[in-house]
Nanobody
Framework: QVQLVESGGGSVQAGGSLRLSCAAS????????MGWFRQAPGQEREFVAA????????IYADSVKGRFTISRDNAKNTVYLQMNSPKPEDTAVYYC???????????????WGQGTQVTVSS
């Protein structure tokens, strides 16, 4: 049974920083793509960032490029999202997900975590 557990969410001021973590279990972590998505109230879930199984390749949504960094530690079965200079519009529930393909679509990921709330105040 695959489990993804996010942590590190909370409240942060605009311009600060926050690091999200997602601990995975139940599958060989190092063989799979990991992604971060987010969902704000009343909006659809959207892609934030993803990283290949090796960590060599990463992709980002234009809205976070240059501010957020995705990374992974395969020895710890954990993926991270470093959020620098967050903005109020980054406020959302953040979800990690795992899949077979490095992509931006929700359907490319087959397991999801429960999410962690991030609130950015101005």
């Amino acid at each position: 049974q695959v489990q993804l557990v996010e942590s590190g969410g909370g409240s942060v001021q605009a311009g600060g920083s926050l690091r999200l973590s997602c601990a995975a279990s139940g599958r060989t972590f190092s063989r799979y793509v990991m992604g971060w998505f987010r969902q704000a109230p009343g909006q659809e879930r959207e892609f934030v960032a993803a990283i290949s199984w090796s960590g060599v390749s990463t992709i980002y949504a234009d809205s976070v490029k240059g501010r957020f960094t995705i990374s992974r530690d395969n020895a710890k079965n954990t993926v991270y999202l470093q959020m620098n200079s967050p903005k109020p519009e980054d406020t959302a529930v953040y979800y990690c997900a795992t899949g077979n393909r490095l992509g931006i679509g929700l359907l490319e990921y087959d397991y999801w975590g429960q999410g962690t709330q991030v609130t950015v105040s101005s």
